[in-house]
Every structure is written in C-alpha cells, then in structure tokens.
C-alpha cells in the first residue's frame, strides 16, 4: 500500500516536472516545425539563472525573474538566430538548434564552473511537510506539484479561452492565412519560442534545486524530454501530458518492484540465476521510458494524439 | 643553404629541444572525472596529488625530477578514459594515476599490461588509489598496478567487525551502483555479514545505475518501508551526496555504513542528521592526532582548495612512497621503481602503510568515523566534522584480506 502511494506521488511529480518541460518543446514544435535540440539547455539555464538571483536576492524572486529571462534569451535566438536559418530548411534549424544545445552548454562550464552548485531549496518550505508510513515528506515537493498544476491551467487558459490563444492556435495549422488576415506571424513565432523557452526555465527554476544543479543537467534531461514529446504525439499538447504523466508514474513505480525477469518468465524456463534472470525491474527503471518510445514508433509513429509522423 | 645541411640543423636542433625538455619534468597523467556528475571527486583527488607534488618539488623533487601532475577528463567513461591514457602515453608519460571508477580502473589495467607486453622499455606503471574493486589485486593483479587504498573487502572487514558489535542491528540493507565495484560490495557484505552475525537478516540488496539517478527518494522509501537497521552502501561521488539528500529529506535515522560517507556535500546535506547516523570507514580523519606537520598540511589545504576538504590522504601517501621508492632506486625509470616500492613501508601521518609485494595491495589501519559537532576540522564548511567511533581503530592485520593473486614480474 505504502508503495503505491509513495510511487503515485513521487510519479506525479516528476511527470509534471516532465510535462512543464516537453509543454514547451511541443509548443515550438506545432508552431514552428523546429525541434528544438536546445530545450533542455533552456531548462539549465533556468536553474543556473535562478541559483544566481536567489544567491543575492531571493529564491521568490527568482522564481518570477529567471524565467523571464530565459524567456527573452529565448526570443532573442529565434530573432536572430532561427529566424535567418529558417530559409534553408528543416535540417538546418535542427542542426542549428543542435550546435546551440553544445554552445550553451560550454557557455554554463565557463561561467559557473564544471561541478554541481549548491542551488538550495528557499528555507521557507525546507520542512517536511507530512510524515507517511514513516517517511517525511519535504514540503518543497508540494510546492513544485502546485507549480506544475497552476502552470498547466494557465497555459490551457490561454490557449483555448484567450483571443491571443486563438490567434497561436490558428497559427498553428493555417499561419499563411494568419499571416494574410493581417497579424505578424514572425512576431507570434517569436513570442511562442520566447514562451517555450521561459517555461523549460520555469522547470529549471523549480526543479534545480529538487534534482542536482550541474552542467550536465541539459545532457541527462534531454533525452527524455524528447521521449516524451514523441510517445505524446508532435503537436499535441494533451498528447504529451499523457506521455508525461505516464511515464513519469511508470518510472517512479518501476523502482519500488523488485521482481526480477526471471520471477516473471520462469514460467518460459528462464533461470533465476542467469544474467537475465536476475535483472529487477526497478534496476531497469529509467530504461523504461526508451523502451516506450521504442515500442510507439513501432507500433504507432504519430504518437498517442499526434497528427504527423516524426 | 642546401636541403642537406638544413635538414641536419633541424635535425640535431629537434634531438637538443627534446633532450632538454626531458630533463627535468616527470609528468605523471591523472585520468579522472573532472567535469559532470563526478567531477568534484575527481577535482578534489586531482588538487590533492598536486599540492603532494609540490610539497615533494619543493625539497628536491624526484632524483632531482621535478613532478608535474597533468589532468586527462575521462567523465567515468571506459571507452573516454583509454583514449586519454593512449594521449598520455603519447606524449611520454610513464605513470598513470586513476581511482574513480572501478570500470574505467578495470580498462586501464588492461590497456596498461597490453602496452607494457607490447613495448618493453616503454613501460608504464599505474597507479591506482581509489578503485577498490577486490579483484584488481586477486584475479586481475598485475606487476604494472599499484593499489593505494584498501579494497571493498578490506573495508568492509572493518564495519562487519562494527556491526558485529551492535547487537541492537537485525535487518541490514544494501544498496549500491550497478557496475563491478557495487556488486563486489554487496557480495562481500553478504558473505562477511553471514560468517561474523549469522542471524542478522538482510532485507535488501539493490544496485541502481551509476551516476544517473538524481533523485533516491523512491529508494529511500523503500529502504524505509523494509524496516532496516542500517544500511551498508559502497556508494561514492553524486551517488552518495543525493542519497544522503533523499534520506535526510526522508528522515530516515539510521546508521548509514558508508565507505565514501565523506563525498563532497553529503554532511552538509544530512546536517544534524548525520550525526551518529553517517558513518565511513577511511584511511585516516582530519580529526585524528597527527603531528604538527600533518595539522599544517591539513590547513595549507583548506586555504588553498576552500571548496574541498582534506579527504584523500592516500594521494599523498601515494606520491611520497613513489619518491622513497625512486631514490632508494636510484632511477625514476617505472621497472626500477615497481621493483623498489614492492614491499616498502611508508610511516604516514596515520600509521604504517606497507606495499605487499605478492599483490601491490597497501596494507594500513583503516577508521571508522562519525559526524559530530565536537571536532577541530569541519567538513564541507558547515559545522560538523568527522570523529573515530568508539572501537573504530581497526588495525593493519584486522583489515587485510587474503588474496589469489599469482603475479608475473619481469626479471
């Protein structure tokens, strides 16, 4: 019972820590056709921004200053950067966004050195805040569940019941016709890349201080975050809130059952102690992602509510 | 001029540049981590060898040589850290250093013997002084690898013989990394723990990947809902600091048996925590009484490396019994010099270190230590330091293990 109630909640967790990460990646993807390799160097430099104001303000503060900042180093890529590359093509965006993901990434070295900063949680919600069956619970963890929840309905608020959502939405499927009906289409590109990227730093903000700060933050989340925008289908925000959800809860959950292969396919004759036989499951855990995203290109390319093929 | 005599000026200028520029500098590699998750164990290891370095420059160098430690960044990859040794190699260096990770440890024995057979009288030693994998001085030993930290069985000897005291410990939990090094922990726990406490349950036994996991909270709760007494873990660098986090966050109060409880971060995250909670068994503690000499090289330390504590007092051993062995030698030349450190002795600040010369395992008193408040060196500049537990000086002879190792030495 204990398990699974520690498993819901860890997973919930990081599936919308997940979910504020890829919304963004999605985002940019639908409006623009750029899968942004950089992402998760957005999600760095959000905590790496936020280590820096909250060390000589406050991590309140930071909060809101740090991703507005990421937001505008957002817009300001695909001002001068994307929006010049866009003339010669998907791959050159891509190959762009790719050498941006390097670049940021000596950039952070340089700047902040090579190991890990003690970017801490604010000492306001540095308590636990319940004990379950025997484990404290940090506060910290609640407040990065509202975070997410509140990000996600506002970011639905403004996509489907705003005239500025309306606006990205059309632009989203019809942006010629946008374009023709009078609204500066390179202008809300720009904005939504700007928006994207604010809130992979929002993620950062939040999540630095939960996981570790260090410069291979971008490199380890990275990965992931494609994962889910994949198994979630490209373009489809509610798509890769299920992806997230889900395989946040299934990683989470994987690492509490210790079942081995072998106490799973005896049955076929494989033997606890071979090699195979003895590989946990919860030792398999963070290859479970990967295994999905595997298995859904094969069996389903669009994703779960995709509407085009990767 | 004519080609000829151009060429021949070139020719003796390039043999005198080269000539020169050997005399003087012995460059010794350090392959580590220096950038990543790990990177802190790697840089902290890395500033160590070199402040030893120059402490040994400064009276006279080796056979008059001075030392020049020069960094390789391997970031805990096997395939990464070949790479650099063949670069060091490459530019004529004949000593390798490397301790974090015992799968990075396990290619360079390999790479390093395959070398040395391959070109004799280009020979290079390694020297090893933090994979502690028991293997590398059983099985794998090798004429051209030297251990200066006591193995996974060794120091598990020490808190098996602790544990063994506690009659209050029923359930133990062992957690590690899922490579070599962990699953050598878990076995030794388990068949140490079997012969010196025979009723003591083990409730858990699970590796996770090395150097990927950035939050062990699920596992903490499992560790919790297990109802365990202690926990043993081999777990070092990042793994150790997050779980330490997880478990403080947890709090989760009982007594974690570390070896590498001393990782940059993991006291300062545990905080009040971790007093009687984290304990690890080491070489040596700042804490400890030493002479004079040792206290001032303990400061010199902290001032010039803020960020880092004195931790890797086998660095310094290590490179002052290269330097006895070398003179006693007479050659800094690596067959002369393994030949000569086999066997020998060294009175470090923390008792006698041996070399044993049937597997190049360094014998020496291991420590088991506490957090407390009430020390005169703090770590990771917080409040809490290091102290001997009660019983916890366990003697050279207490420490050693046997071993298989049937080693092939040139004449």
């Not at chain 2, 070199?50 to 020069?70: F, P, R, S, T, Y």
Request: aromatic share 10%; charged share 15%; proline share 4%.
């Amino acid at each position: 019972m204990e398990t699974i109630v520690f498993s819901l909640l860890n997973g919930t967790i990081y599936g919308l820590l997940l979910f504020m990460l890829s919304s963004g990646l999605t985002l940019i993807f639908s409006m623009m056709g750029v899968l942004n390799f950089a992402h998760a160097s957005f999600y760095m430099l959000g905590a790496y921004f936020a280590y820096t104001i909250s060390g000589s303000t406050s991590y309140w503060i930071a909060l809101f200053l740090a991703p507005v900042i990421v937001g505008v180093v957002g817009m300001g890529v695909e001002r001068w950067g994307l929006r010049r590359v866009h003339a010669n093509g998907h791959v050159a965006e891509l190959l762009f966004t790719f050498g941006l993901a390097y670049m940021i990434d000596e950039i952070v070295k340089i700047v902040w050195g090579r190991t890990s900063v003690n970017y801490e949680v604010p000492e306001l919600l540095d308590f636990p805040l319940f004990t379950l069956y025997g484990a404290q619970y940090p506060a910290y963890r609640i407040f990065i569940l509202f975070v997410a929840i509140f990000m996600l309905a506002a970011l639905w608020y403004l996509l489907k019941r705003t005239r500025a959502g309306l606006i990205i939405q059309a632009a989203l499927t019809h942006p010629h016709m946008v374009g023709h009906l009078g609204h500066n289409v390179p202008q809300i590109f720009m904005l939504v890349f700007g928006a994207g990227c604010a809130l992979a730093g929002l993620a950062g903000v939040i999540g630095g201080n939960y996981l570790i700060t260090d410069p291979a933050m971008a490199v380890q989340m990275g990965p992931i975050v494609f994962v889910v925008v994949v198994v979630g289908g490209l373009g489809s925000l509610e798509g890769a809130f299920i992806a997230a959800m889900l395989i946040g809860l299934l990683q989470t959950s994987a690492i509490s059952v210790n079942a081995s292969l072998a106490d799973i396919f005896g049955f076929l004759g494989l033997s606890p102690t071979s090699e195979v036989g003895e590989i946990t499951i919860a030792s398999m855990a963070p290859m479970l992602p990967f295994l999905l995203l595997v298995l859904m290109l094969i069996v389903r390319p669009t994703g779960l509510m995709g509407d085009r093929e990767v | 001029m004519t080609l000829k005599k151009t060429a021949a000026l070139a020719a003796a200028v390039s043999v005198a540049a080269l000539s020169a520029a050997s005399a003087d500098t012995l460059k010794m590699a350090f392959i580590d981590p220096l950038s990543g998750p790990m990177g802190t164990s790697g840089e902290a290891a890395y500033v160590s060898f070199q402040l030893a370095a120059e402490h040994i420059n400064e009276n006279g160098g080796v056979n008059g040589d001075m030392i020049e430690i020069v960094g390789y960044d391997n970031k805990v990859s096997p395939q990464e850290s070949l790479v650099q040794l063949q670069k060091a190699i490459d530019s004529g260096i004949r000593y390798i250093i490397q301790g974090n990770g015992s799968s990075v440890a396990a290619a360079i024995i390999d790479a390093v013997n395959k070398h040395n057979a391959r070109n004799p009288g280009d020979e290079v030693l390694f020297f090893n002084y933090a994979a502690v994998t028991p293997d590398f001085t059983n099985e794998m030993c090798s004429f051209w690898h030297f251990r200066f930290d006591a193995h996974a069985d060794m120091k598990m000897n020490a808190i098996t013989d602790w544990i063994a005291k506690r009659d209050d410990i029923k359930k133990v939990y062992l957690i590690g990394q899922d490579y070599i090094f962990g699953e050598a922990v878990a076995a030794a726990a388990e068949s140490q723990l079997s012969e010196k406490r025979p009723d003591i349950e083990i409730v858990g036994n699970e590796l996770h990947p090395l150097a990927k996991v950035k939050d062990f909270t699920p596992y903490v709760q499992k560790i919790i809902s297990s109802d365990a007494d202690a926990v043993i873990t081999g777990n070092w660098g990042s793994d150790m600091t997050l779980l330490v986090k997880a478990a403080a966050d947890a709090g989760h109060d009982v007594p974690y048996l570390t070896f590498y409880g001393g990782s940059l971060g993991a006291v300062a995250a545990l905080g009040d925590g971790a007093v009687d909670t984290l304990y690890q068994v080491t070489e040596g503690i700042t804490n400890l009484d030493a002479s004079d000499e040792q206290y001032a090289l303990i400061e010199e330390y902290k001032e010039r490396f803020p960020d880092y504590d004195y931790y890797y007092h086998r660095a310094f051993v290590a490179l002052h019994m290269f330097d006895e062995a070398a003179e006693r030698a007479g050659s800094n030349d690596p067959i002369p010099v393994a030949k000569a450190l086999e066997g020998a002795t060294y009175e470090g600040a923390y008792g006698t270190v041996t070399m044993r010369a049937e597997d190049h395992q360094a014998q020496q008193p291991l420590y088991i230590s506490t957090v407390s408040r009430d020390v005169k060196y703090t770590v990771d500049n917080s409040e809490w330091g290091w102290k001997l537990v009660e019983g916890g000086e366990i003697p050279a002879e207490a420490a050693m293990a046997e071993t298989t190792c049937e080693m092939e030495r040139p004449e």
